[in-house]
Nanobody
């Protein structure tokens, strides 16, 4: 089900930063696990980061660990992906996801998703 809306994507230079936001639409996701995936042209949709519904546990792909931070603001029904030290290889369409229970790396196991937002990092 598509009930998430991403924003914050755009074009940045290598080394720059972006903060992606994902807002719930029509319902609250305060008790849902949430995450981010990305897909570059010609590549599979890759896991980026996830956070449990309690906010007690986060996980990151090795390629973004130390540079990206996932967080959530349940009061605003919004989750974020802070991306620092961006590299050209971070260029992709970024998708937010949510699920009542699942917080793993398989995109297809998430119940809710957004339509994606383009992030382009120039060299």
């Amino acid at each position: 089900q598509v009930q998430l809306v991403e924003s914050g994507g755009g074009l940045v230079q290598a080394g720059g930063s972006l903060r992606l936001s994902c807002a719930g639409s029509g319902r609250t996701f305060n008790n849902y696990a949430v995450g981010w995936f990305r897909q570059a042209p010609g590549r599979e949709r890759d896991f980026v980061a996830a956070i449990t519904w309690t906010g007690e546990k986060t996980s990151y792909a090795d390629s973004v660990k130390g540079r990206f931070t996932i967080s959530r603001d349940n009061a605003k029904n919004t989750k974020y992906l802070q991306m620092n030290s961006l590299k050209p290889e971070d260029t992709a369409v970024y998708y937010c996801v949510a699920d009542p229970w699942y917080s793993g790396t398989d995109y297809n196991l998430y119940e809710y998703w957004g339509q994606g937002t383009q992030v382009t990092v120039s060299s």
